[in-house]
């Protein structure tokens, strides 16, 4: 059996977020590319969340957000990643 490619499924499912939002690099881009080619597990995992964010946005468009909320969730979203960063030894 062939090697998949450089990337593991575990690695491949890890970046599976950022590739579909395309924050990854190009080289890591096409690293995924090419193990999603290759491996029917991971590609059917890659259409199934491409499929959800796809979903999760056209409602996201469709609804009016209240006023204020999303302030109140980019605040409550700012806490809660301030209170990982306290969890992490200090980089400065
Ligand atoms: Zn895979």
Do not use: T
């Amino acid at each position: 059996m062939p090697a998949i490619d450089a990337l593991e499924c575990a690695e491949v499912v890890r970046l599976l977020d950022d590739y579909l939002d395309r924050e990854l690099s190009p080289g890591q881009m096409r690293l995924l590319e090419k193990h999603l080619e290759v491996c029917a597990v991971c590609a059917v995992e890659a259409r199934f969340e491409d499929s959800v964010l796809r979903e999760m946005r056209e409602k996201l468009q469709r609804i009016s957000v209240p006023p204020g909320l999303e302030a109140r969730v980019r605040r409550a979203l700012a806490r809660a990643r301030l209170g990982e960063d306290n969890d992490r030894p200090a980089r400065e």
